[in-house]
């Protein structure tokens, strides 16, 4: 056992205990680390905002190098904080419509490229998949599993028919993948308690190597 | 009936206890469960193997906060690790900005072990916020997003930066995500539209939605979680590339055991619920 000697271990040691406190119940311990995550969180992104958005973007093309037509995003900018004023709070929505006119007009042509257009090319069928057996079984799999999920979602007709076992199957992939999801998702937080356990036995204990 | 309602009845903190006490003695006293090398990491792998010594970079960008740490952080110092060892020269930047810290840290950690020289091995573009603009941007310039690097050195001035003008000048690109933006906005904006090779590390949280652009050929591999973290880091000490602690490897006897705890608890919360069932 090689305990740490830095204070700062100490203190990080200390908040995780604190915050673990809470899986018994809820106690002053717990809610002193939750409000100091929350401020030191608070003031770690305005100062970051201001170093690495605001200075070298704004204050610095506007300040120091003159360029005056940095004022139009600085004007746009404040209009934010005009929903405070209530008779000018309109004036809010044109850096928000200009925000969404140009990050739509960025996103959608390449969202449409990347996550529909690829991947309806990657359902299709091609004879270079049948090369391999497992390949090809799997990307008939995969058509299958698409058209039916597809369909399940098609409100339009009741589910009569042949309808009926077409959405049945889609929700059997679709269990499928909430499952694989939800196992996945207990994967991610039994590494966070790792990463954590890893800490307190390691750095602050020295328990373990 | 009686076992049915105990069953259903149990203390969560005696569950959160018995799952405290699996993570924590595998970590006191390892078990050594084998890892199993899956298909998509040895594809990120071989990606970043074939980059040629001493040509075009790898781009690394840190895409996660601390909280994403136990999972992502080792994956970062795997891959870098495996680029030095092979002489692949690295530009790590960070789209979140929690990640500039993340992605010092690790070059501070790595770059030494392989004697690397700062501006002529690696270099550190740190954060710029924007995004879209910035991945957009680096497809033009990358001097026009980044004039700096992370501590105001012109990138001219540089020796690595010298021959590096756009995407058209690196090799691949890796992202280490934990959320929005990451390995989607790298396929969307850099891949699809400039053409670059993407691979991707992920928290298991959103493994199962990257699997698909693995699938397409629009990521060249994919790292899900500590397992994937696990799994690169065998695969470097596999190669000889490197011999450094291995923390990912460390955490998956615990993550098996943890495993298993929670799938009696299922079983029996299933077992409960039948049991009681009967009686309503």
């Given at each position: 056992?090689?305990?740490s000697?830095?204070?700062?271990?100490?203190?990080?040691?200390?908040?995780?205990?604190?915050i673990?406190?809470?899986?018994?119940k809820?106690?002053?311990?717990?809610?002193?680390?939750?409000?100091?995550?929350?401020?030191?969180?608070?003031?770690?992104?305005?100062?970051?905002?201001?170093h690495?958005?605001?200075?070298?973007?704004?204050?610095?093309?506007?300040?120091?190098?003159?360029n005056?037509?940095?004022i139009?995003?600085?004007?746009?900018?404040?209009?934010?904080f005009?929903?405070?004023?209530?008779?000018?709070?309109w004036?809010?929505?044109l850096?928000?419509?200009f925000?969404l006119?140009?990050?739509?007009?960025v996103?959608i042509p390449?969202?449409?490229?990347?996550s529909?257009?690829?991947?309806?090319?990657?359902t299709?069928?091609?004879p270079?998949?049948?090369n391999?057996?497992?390949?090809?079984l799997?990307?008939v799999?995969?058509?299958?599993?698409?058209?039916?999920?597809?369909l399940?979602?098609?409100?339009?007709?009741?589910?009569?028919?042949v309808?009926?076992?077409?959405?049945?199957i889609?929700?059997?992939?679709?269990?499928?993948?909430?499952?694989?999801?939800?196992g996945?998702?207990?994967?991610?937080?039994?590494?966070?308690?790792i990463?954590?356990?890893?800490?307190?036995?390691?750095?602050?204990?020295?328990?373990?190597? | 009936?009686?076992?049915?309602?105990t069953l259903?009845?149990?203390?969560?903190?005696?569950?959160?206890?018995?799952?405290?006490?699996?993570?924590i003695?595998p970590l006191?006293?390892?078990?050594g469960?084998?890892?199993?090398?899956?298909?998509?990491?040895?594809?990120?792998?071989?990606?970043?193997?074939?980059?040629?010594p001493?040509?075009k970079?790898?781009?690394i960008?840190?895409?996660?906060?601390?909280a994403?740490?136990?999972?992502?952080?080792?994956?970062?110092?795997?891959?870098?690790?495996?680029a030095?060892?092979?002489?692949?020269?690295?530009?790590?930047?960070?789209?979140?900005?929690p990640?500039?810290?993340?992605?010092?840290?690790?070059?501070?950690?790595?770059?030494?072990?392989?004697?690397?020289t700062?501006?002529?091995?690696?270099?550190?573009l740190g954060?710029?916020?924007?995004?879209?603009?910035?991945?957009?941007?680096?497809?033009?310039?990358i001097?026009?997003v980044?004039?700096?690097d992370?501590?105001?050195?012109?990138?001219d001035?540089?020796?690595m930066?010298?021959?590096i003008?756009?995407?058209r000048?690196?090799?691949?690109?890796?992202?280490?995500?934990?959320?929005?933006?990451?390995?989607?906005?790298w396929?969307?904006y850099?891949?699809?539209?400039?053409?670059?090779k993407?691979?991707?590390?992920?928290?298991?949280?959103?493994?199962?939605?990257?699997?698909?652009?693995?699938q397409?050929?629009?990521?060249?591999?994919?790292l899900?979680?500590?397992?994937?973290?696990?799994?690169?880091?065998?695969?470097?000490?596999r190669?000889?590339?490197?011999?450094?602690f291995k923390?990912?490897?460390?955490?998956?006897?615990?993550?098996?055991?943890?495993?298993?705890?929670?799938?009696?608890?299922?079983?029996l919360?299933n077992i409960?619920?039948?049991?009681?069932r009967?009686?309503?």
């Open positions: 056992m090689n305990v000697h830095d204070p700062l271990v100490w203190f990080a040691a200390l908040l995780t205990l604190s673990f406190s809470f899986l018994y809820d106690n002053p311990f717990y809610r002193f680390a939750e409000h100091l995550f929350v401020g030191t969180s608070m003031g770690y992104w305005i100062a970051l905002t201001w690495n958005a605001v200075k070298p973007n704004l204050w610095i093309p506007l300040v120091k190098e003159h005056l037509l940095y139009i995003p600085l004007i746009l900018g404040l209009f934010y005009l929903r405070f004023v209530p008779r000018l709070n004036l809010v929505r850096p928000i419509a925000s006119g140009w990050a739509s007009g996103a390449a969202v449409f490229q990347a529909i257009i690829k991947q309806i090319q990657g299709m069928l091609t270079t998949m049948f391999r057996w497992d390949t090809g799997w990307s799999v995969i058509l299958i599993g698409v058209i039916c999920t597809i399940f979602f098609f409100f339009s007709t009741e589910r009569r028919g309808m009926k076992p077409i959405a049945q889609g929700i059997t992939f679709l269990m499928i993948g909430f499952g694989a999801s939800f996945y998702t207990v994967m991610a937080r039994i590494s966070l308690l990463g954590r356990m890893q800490f307190l036995l390691r750095d602050w204990l020295g328990i373990v190597q | 009936m009686r076992i049915g309602e259903l009845k149990i203390d969560r903190r005696m569950i959160y206890l018995i799952l405290g006490i699996a993570v003695v006191i006293k390892p078990i469960i084998p890892v199993n090398v899956m298909p998509e990491t040895q594809k990120l792998f071989n990606a970043i193997d074939q980059i040629p001493n040509d970079p790898l781009l960008s840190v895409d996660f906060d601390p994403a740490m136990p999972e992502l952080y080792p994956m970062l110092l795997a891959i870098l690790r495996h030095f060892a092979k002489n692949i020269r690295v530009i790590v930047l960070a789209i979140w900005a990640g500039t810290g993340l992605g010092e840290m690790a070059l501070q950690t790595v770059a030494p072990e392989y004697n690397k700062y501006g002529k091995d690696y270099v550190f954060y710029k916020p924007g995004m879209t603009a910035v991945m957009l941007g680096m497809g033009e310039s001097r026009g980044f004039p700096t992370y501590y105001g050195t012109p990138l001035s540089l020796e930066m010298q021959s003008r756009n995407y000048d690196i090799a691949m690109c890796v992202s280490l995500s934990a959320g929005t933006p990451g390995y989607l906005e396929i969307s850099a891949g699809a539209r400039y053409g670059l993407i691979g991707t590390g992920v928290t298991a949280v959103s493994a199962a939605d990257a699997y698909p652009y693995v397409t050929g629009q990521l060249c591999g994919l899900a979680g500590l397992k994937g973290a696990s799994e690169y880091e065998t695969l470097i000490e190669h000889g590339y490197s011999k450094a923390p990912a490897c460390q955490g998956m006897d615990s993550q098996s055991l943890a495993h298993l705890v929670i799938m009696i608890f299922i079983v919360g409960g619920y039948f049991l009681t009967r009686q309503r």
